[in-house]
C-alpha cells in the first residue's frame, strides 16, 4: 500500500473520505428527522387532493332569450291591411275569402279575423282577430281566443283551457321581458283570471286572460255545475304605443 504515502495517495484517500461522508449525511438527514416528528407525534399529513364539492360543480344557469312583442307570428304592428291579409293567408292555411271583416261600433276600429280548427295548443277552435288603428289603418293588436264564449262550436272544456293556458304560461317563462312587467295569476272582476303579462324592452304588451260567462247573457254563474258555463282564453299581443287609436270626438269639435 505504498502509493497511499505518497501526497497524490493522501489527496485521493482524502477525497473518497469526504465524498462518503457527504453521502451518509444525505441519508442520516431525512430519517432523523421523520425520526423526530414521528416521536413529536406531529407528522406531516399526506398532501389530500381537492374535494369536489356539490356547490363546485354547479353550472350557472343560461341567460334567457330576450322576447320581443312585435305582432303574431309574421303579423307585425305597423302593416296594412294588405299586408296583413297575405299573411293570415300565409300564417294560417286560410284562403282570403275565409277571411271575416268587422269594425267596432264605439271605438270604430277595423279587424279582420279568422278561425282555424286548432293552433298548436289542445284548446279546442280558435279564432285570431287584426286590429286596425282608426286614424292610422296599422295593425296595432292582435289577439288569439279559445272557448266556446266567442266560438260556439268549441268543445273545449275547463280543464282543456286552464291546461293550454299553463301551458302557455310555461312557454313564456322561459323568456326574459322588461324587468318589473311580469305578472302571474291575478285575479280580474267577475270571475276572470289574468294569467301572464309582460312588456318588452319597448313597451309592447302581452296578455293572456281566461274569463268564465254564464250560460245566458244576463244570467248568473252556474256554481253547482261550472261546466254549463261560457268559457273563453285570449291571448293579446299589444302595441301600446298606438292602441289608443280610436275614433273619439276632440274637444271643441261641437
Do not use: C
Not at 55 to 79: E, N
Not at 229 to 245: E, G, H, P
Amino acid at each position: 500500500m505504498q502509493f497511499l504515502r505518497s501526497p497524490r495517495g493522501k489527496q485521493l484517500f482524502t477525497l473518497r473520505n469526504l465524498l462518503l461522508t457527504l453521502l451518509l449525511l444525505a441519508i442520516a438527514v431525512p430519517l432523523l428527522a421523520m425520526a423526530r416528528q414521528q416521536k413529536s407525534g406531529k407528522a406531516k399529513p399526506a398532501q389530500e387532493p381537492p374535494q369536489i364539492t356539490e356547490s363546485s360543480q354547479k353550472v350557472a344557469p343560461a341567460a334567457k332569450k330576450t322576447y320581443q312583442i312585435d305582432g303574431f307570428r309574421s303579423a307585425l304592428f305597423g302593416m296594412n291591411e294588405k299586408e296583413v291579409r297575405a299573411v293570415i293567408v300565409k300564417d294560417l292555411g286560410v284562403e282570403d275569402k275565409a277571411i271575416k271583416s268587422i269594425t267596432t261600433p264605439k271605438t270604430k276600429n277595423k279587424i279582420l279575423f279568422a278561425d282555424v280548427p286548432k293552433l298548436d295548443i289542445e284548446a279546442g277552435p280558435a279564432r285570431v282577430s287584426y286590429i286596425f288603428g282608426y286614424s292610422s289603418n296599422k295593425l296595432v293588436r292582435v289577439e288569439t281566443s279559445w272557448g266556446n264564449a266567442l266560438i260556439p262550436a268549441s268543445t273545449a272544456s275547463f280543464k282543456d283551457l286552464t291546461t293550454a293556458g299553463r301551458d302557455l304560461v310555461n312557454y313564456f317563462g322561459r323568456y326574459r321581458f322588461k324587468e318589473g312587467s311580469v305578472v302571474t295569476d291575478q285575479q280580474l272582476p267577475r270571475g276572470g283570471k289574468l294569467l301572464f303579462k309582460a312588456e318588452d324592452d319597448s313597451n309592447h304588451a302581452l296578455n293572456l286572460t281566461f274569463v268564465v260567462y254564464p250560460e245566458k247573457a244576463g244570467g248568473e254563474l252556474n256554481k253547482e255545475d261550472p261546466g254549463k258555463n261560457r268559457r273563453l282564453m285570449t291571448l293579446s299581443y299589444i302595441d301600446r304605443a298606438n292602441v289608443t287609436d280610436v275614433f273619439r270626438i276632440d274637444p271643441g269639435q261641437f
